[in-house]
Every structure is written in C-alpha cells, then in structure tokens.
C-alpha cells in the first residue's frame, strides 16, 4: 500500500460547484497533515494544515478521519482560479509524503 | 523577505553529464530540502540538510548527493545523468528540522531536461 494516496483525476466542474477530495495514508501514527496546491509547471504551495479532526478557511475545508485513515479536501463555489493540481501531504520523520496528487479543472 | 530561491530555472544537459542544482533558504530557515518531481507524480524525497548536517535521504542512488554551506544555502548534484532524471527539482525551505508540523515553503524549481 502507497503511503499516501490521492485519486488523480482529473475533476473537471463547473463554476460555483462544490468538489471534494478524498486522501488515504498508510501510517496511523500520523499526527498532522497538508494540502498544497501545484498550479501547471510551478512549485507547491500550502492551501492548508490539518492537527485535528479539520480546518476550515474560506471556501475551504480539509476534514481529518483518524479512524479510517484520511483526509478529505472540500472546495465549496469553486473558482476558474481554483483549476490547479491539489497534493495531500504527510509529514513523515524528516521529510513530507506526497501524494500524486488531484486534478482540478473548473470550467465556465 | 525574499522567498525560496533556485538557479539555474532551466537546464537541459545530455546522458552521462553532471549537474548542480542551487537553492538559497528564506532568510533564517536553517533546514533545506530537496525534492524530484517528475511528470504527472508528487514530490519525491531526496535529501534534507538541518545545520549543514545531513538530516534524511531518500531512496535515491548514490550519483544524487547534496550539501548545505554556512549560509544555509544548498547544492544538489547529480552525476552520470541518466534520461530518467529529467524532472522538476525542488528545493523547500523550513525553519526547523524534520518533515513532522514544520511548515515547508517551495523555491519555484529547476526544471532539468537530460537528452
């Protein structure tokens, strides 16, 4: 099993439309959590963290499922702006998991 | 404050060559990163430094290695190019050592091309 694991997509909605991520990790002594986001041909950059059981900012809500070991990324009135590549992060002992990631496509 | 730096942006290089990859800090982050990008996959670890000490590596062969200087700033470099190795290399930024709750901010990469 990968350590974490993210469906690719791509998901491809509508302006205003509500859209969601789901993330599975392998290691249930993780204690924390990222979402970042990759727009084409650039760098990660942090969207959001997660301690607890969620986080919420904005338009935005990562929920943390510690049971059953993930996370989920909710985009509520997505955005043209919003089309991006979204990555679920574990922090493990010296470095970040990364998934593959989701695409994201909002269309007009 | 200036962010996360890297030079070159761009390399193209040929199999059997070597590269080095540059990466300065955010101003008072002691630890770097380095991370392989290739297409369509996440971020893959490579190296971290904390203090100028090699801190993790990554299941990476030996022709990777990397170093970090008294300024914090870092060197990747790769020997014997192999046509695999053409990806994004990234290089994050974080003010305390290990991956666990430290926030890492990315440097916008070095996109390397082998041929």
């Known amino acids: 099993r990968k350590e974490v694991e993210q469906d690719p997509g791509p998901f491809n909605v509508p302006e205003g439309a509500t859209v969601a991520f789901n993330c599975t990790y392998s290691n249930s002594a993780s204690q924390s959590f990222f979402w970042y986001r990759q727009d084409c041909r650039k760098e990660p950059k942090l969207l959001m963290s997660v301690y607890s059981s969620g986080n919420e900012d904005g338009r935005f809500t990562a929920q943390l499922n510690r049971a059953s070991q993930y996370i989920s990324l909710l985009i509520r009135d997505s955005k043209l702006s919003d089309s991006a590549t979204y990555l679920c992060?574990?922090?493990?002992?010296?470095?970040?998991?990364f998934g593959t990631g989701t695409r994201l496509q909002v269309f007009p | 404050d200036a962010g996360v730096t890297q030079s070159p942006t761009h390399l193209i290089k040929t199999r059997g060559q070597h590269v080095t990859l540059r990466c300065s800090p955010i101003s008072g982050h002691k630890s770097v990163s380095w991370y392989q990008q290739v297409l369509g996959q996440g971020p893959q670890f490579i190296f971290q430094?904390?203090?100028?000490?090699?801190?993790g590596r990554g299941n990476f062969p030996d022709r990777f290695s990397a170093r970090q200087f008294p300024n914090y700033s870092s060197e990747l470099n790769v020997n014997a190019l192999l046509l695999g190795d053409s990806a994004l290399y990234l290089c994050a930024s974080s003010s305390l050592a290990g991956g666990r709750g430290d926030t890492q901010y990315f440097g916008p990469g070095t996109r390397l091309t082998v041929l």
């Open positions: 992060v574990v922090p493990g002992a010296d470095k970040l998991i």
């Open positions: 430094y904390y203090e100028k000490e090699e801190r």
